[in-house]
């Protein structure tokens, strides 16, 4: 926790490094659903 002066005390998250992998597969599979529909939709 991060004390603030302007509020509650503040918490911080950053992304690991299972996060980023997942992020990473996600995109990468986003992508490829994208181009598919892009095709289906003659785009």
Do not use: C, H
């Amino acid at each position: 926790m991060v004390s603030s002066p302007d509020g509650p005390d503040r918490k911080y998250f950053s992304i690991t490094d299972i996060g980023l992998d997942y992020l990473e597969d996600f995109s990468r599979e986003w992508a490829n659903i994208q181009e598919i529909m892009d095709r289906m939709l003659g785009e």
